[in-house]
């Protein structure tokens, strides 16, 4: 009985000393980039190993049906490679051409998590620009969504996604999805 109220007493100790900040809130502290441009380049690897030597041109992606009990989805975007990864646990599902923020307009990176989601957003500070499925993952507006895809960096900090591959992860994701970005 003795052994029982001890742990019990250690489990309320740890319940009030744990953070209740949420694991995956919101780090662009250089640990979280250098864990977010980790996490891209094994993406890049399992792309390989997934889709083959296909490439992802602008405005175009590949796609992989997935069991949903394969467990959570995350995303990881490569500025470098200019790609989303979609993963659902361990396994790759998607991969997307990205348009990232150009020079003096970058993309944040670090660790994120999609805050809120808008299937038809307008910018309020970028003359009112259309940004359809937007997934915003920063408090700053930054947002996974819809938009130009020439597969160089041009957008003003979002991540412009092939308009069909906008569409399809806007539906499987949710707040709360972690969104990795590395350089």
Known sequence: MKQLATALAAISLLAL?????????ASESIEAQMAA????????????????TD???????????????????????????QLAYLYRGRQ??????????RPGYD?????????????????????NAAMPFS?????????????????????HGCVHLPPDFAKKLFTITDVGTPVLIGA
């Open 107 to 127: 993309t944040p990176t670090g660790q994120f998590e999609i805050l809120n989601k808008e299937r038809m957003h307008r910018s309020k500070k970028y003359e």
């Open 135 to 155: 997934q915003f993952f920063t408090s700053y507006g930054a947002a996974l969504h819809a938009g130009g895809n020439p597969g160089a960096p041009s957008s």
């Open 92 to 101: 790759l599902m998607a991969v997307a051409s990205i348009s990232s923020g």
């Open 55 to 81: 490439t992802v041109k602008p405005g175009k992606y590949l796609w992989r049906d997935v069991p949903e009990d394969a467990g959570q989805e995350r995303v990881i975007i490569s500025l470098s490679d």
């Open 17 to 25: 000393t744990t953070p209740t900040t949420p694991a995956a809130a």
């Open 37 to 52: 441009t980790d996490a891209a380049m094994n993406a890049q690897m399992d792309m390989m190993d997934t889709f083959g």
